[in-house]
């Protein structure tokens, strides 16, 4: 299919790999990097995100893309198949600055379908978009341990006078950061993953303070 020139938003954390989401460049649009790997949904490897140099790609690197043809479905309309027998350049450096003047933080009424963690599979094909941009407010960052004994980390915000709570991060720079961080505003990429007991959980893939 050719190339995609995008900022890199996230490299989150994914079965061991990495989920890779981006702006494109071109129309400003939402893109998620997948592979053909079934076993890890699709998940994005560190040598995927290597040039020819040996220089691995990082979050707000401005990229160009081998990829072999868009792959999206009813829940993550933004996917496209990256070709990983071909490098990835890195072309420059972005900053936050710069993604907002070409895409804007996202003003909904909810975040991806409601004001909860999760959705419900009934409902989560009526979203129509599975990553988004907003701007919060009181954002809390803590770790909880699971039931089988690990460590997690989540996270509370307010975004358009609602409270958001327990949604869990995936991006690791925020993984060991004293619990209880507060922060009064900050950018966050969210995004819906793969589903687990019939609920799609919210992910909060990248923090910008």
């Not at 053909?36 to 220089?55: M, P, Y």
């Not at 790609?57 to 198949?81: A, F, K, M, S, Y």
């Not at 379908?113 to 978009?129: A, D, F, P, Q």
């Not at 809390?140 to 915000?157: A, C, H, L």
């Amino acid at each position: 299919m050719g190339n995609i020139r995008i900022i890199i938003m996230t490299e989150s954390s994914k079965f061991s790999k990495k989920c890779v989401a981006g702006i494109n460049i071109d129309n400003g649009e939402w893109v998620r990097l997948v592979s053909s790997d079934k076993e890890t949904h699709g998940a994005i490897s560190d040598e995927d995100l290597r040039c020819f140099d040996g220089r691995k790609c990082n979050v707000l690197d401005v990229v160009n893309v081998p990829i072999i043809r868009t792959c999206g479905n009813e829940i993550q309309p933004e996917n496209i198949l990256m070709d990983t027998s071909k490098y990835i350049t890195i072309e420059g450096k972005a900053t936050l600055s710069d993604v907002l003047k070409i895409h804007s933080a996202e003003i909904r009424d909810s975040i991806l379908g409601n004001k909860y963690s999760y959705i419900t599979e009934s409902k989560v094909r009526s979203v129509g978009y599975s990553l988004i941009l907003v701007q919060v407010e009181d954002l809390v960052i803590f770790q909880v341990e699971t039931s089988e004994g690990k460590i997690k980390t989540r996270t509370t915000f307010r975004y358009r006078g609602n409270e958001y709570q327990m949604l869990s991060v995936t991006d690791p720079n925020f993984y060991s950061i004293p619990n209880g961080t507060t922060y009064k505003n900050a950018f966050l990429v969210i995004s819906i993953g793969t589903p687990y007991n019939n609920r799609y959980y919210k992910f909060v893939a990248k923090i910008f303070v």
